[in-house]
């Protein structure tokens, strides 16, 4: 018992404290306010409902703080939390029937382990499932002590579970068919570096669930959830990250099936013009993100427009020795007469292309055009004179100079806000009197190469020069 408390403890946050503090509080545990109401918990006149919605508007901290106060407190507290993260170590097994009491309505729970120590295991694991009848949205983190038979037993007694996240765990296929067969409402699924795939050969299938969304990343064998990825036919949203083979020939075979993708993401995928050629045929494509495709060309982009003209948001990653250029560019334009959001990173726009986007695409509202060595001043004039539309620009690591700042003073009547970075010609004293002309605009300056002068009221980026952007392609959401 001692251990299933201090399991409890460590999980919640010192809930083990609550018998001290209450002693300390006395009768008045809600607190008073002095004179003849000293000592008087006023909190008793309101009903439970009334102080649950005082603790869902704190923070977790605050919350823990207040379920210390009062008996009454902590149960309230416990019946409106909805939401839930443990440190799902082994020793919290004894503990988990208390959690789970004090918690029943918990709709959102984490449990998550340090890979160095051991996690709960398929017991557990099972009667969270039986006691958490409410679940939604379960992500597991480093559950090592689950085990496949673990998830189908958790499976056939779970909730309405609409969310499954897994991440470093040690179960494979079979689970997550049970997953899929059991939990009919299932509409997200996220699966990460899960070690049952990587000697698995069993494919893994739709089941009785709609997915509207998948994710996968780092994961071996990923290709064999290619039958769930064909046969969920909702598919709104599919996220592809450093996952394994050769995903030319397997878009050929399921790409005919996907015809309500709207978003595709892919990150470091075995990928050819071939691939791209296939992916063409999901004609609802609003959303693409193609991070370092290595052996994609203009070919393979140009495809992508004729066969998705509907595209809203582009974002191409050509890494170093990128082999799209103005050609797939300029027939994104041409057929993309809708695109509002644009990043192109490693790719070298003239202003060939760059002329077509901002005359055809006319709802284009935000542009991020990075590492770019054809991209100067001129290009930017372009922009400034024709994309009437646009809100928000990033230019990073291009050859612009103050000059073609200029053009920006009264170009882009639209423009909101603006980032440049790591732009060697461009100064603060240009980015000055951008801001005197239009004093509305939100200007970043990366300042780690160039001096800052005093005068220049300018919001500057404060980034040490060896630091690294993360999430590059989204830089303009922020």
Known sequence: ????????????????????????????????????????????????????AVFQKLEPADRRRCSLVSKRWRRVEGQARQRLSLQAWLEIGPALPALLERFQHVTKLTLKCDRKRGSIDDDALCEIGQRCQQLQKLKLKACKGLTDSGIDRFALVCGPLQKFSCASCQFGPPGLNSIL?????????????????????????????????????????????????????NLHTLMLSRVSGNWDRLFEAITVHMTSLIELHMEKVTLTDQGLQ???????LQ?????KPAECTNKGLSSIANGCPDLRKLHVDGWKNSRVGDEGLATVARKCKDLQELVIIGLNATMSSLSLLASNCLS????????????????????????????????????????GME??????????????????????????????????????????????????QVMCLTQSPNSKLRNKGHMLVN
């Open 364 to 403: 284009l509202e935000r542009l991020a055009i990075c590492t770019s060595d054809t991209f100067g001043d001129s290009e930017l004039s372009c922009i400034a004179d024709k994309c009437l539309a646009l809100k928000k620009l990033c230019i990073k690591g291009c050859p612009i100079s103050d000059r």
């Open 407 to 456: 053009a920006l003073v009264g170009g882009c009547p639209s423009l909101v806000k603006i980032k440049v970075k790591k732009c060697r010609a461009v100064t603060p004293a240009s980015i000055a009197s951008l801001l005197s002309n239009r004093v509305s605009l939100v200007v970043t300056l990366d300042t780690s190469a160039i001096p800052v002068a005093p005068e220049a």
């Open 278 to 284: 296939a992916v063409a045929r999901c004609t609802n």
């Open 181 to 233: 067969q059991h939990c009919a409402n299932l509409e997200d699924l996220t699966v990460k570096r899960l070690r049952g795939f990587m000697e698995s050969s069993e494919f893994v299938r739709p089941g009785t669930c709609s997915i509207r969304r998948l994710c996968l990343k780092e994961l071996p064998n990923a290709q064999l959830l290619g039958p769930l990825i064909a046969g969920s036919k």
């Open 1 to 52: 018992m001692g251990q299933a408390s201090s399991a409890a403890a460590c999980a919640l946050g010192a809930d083990h404290e609550h018998e001290e503090q209450e002693e300390e509080e006395g009768e008045g545990g809600g607190g008073g306010v002095g004179g003849r109401f000293s000592g008087l918990d006023l909190t008793a006149f309101a009903p439970d409902e009334c102080l649950a």
């Open 287 to 291: 959303v693409l993100y193609v991070v």
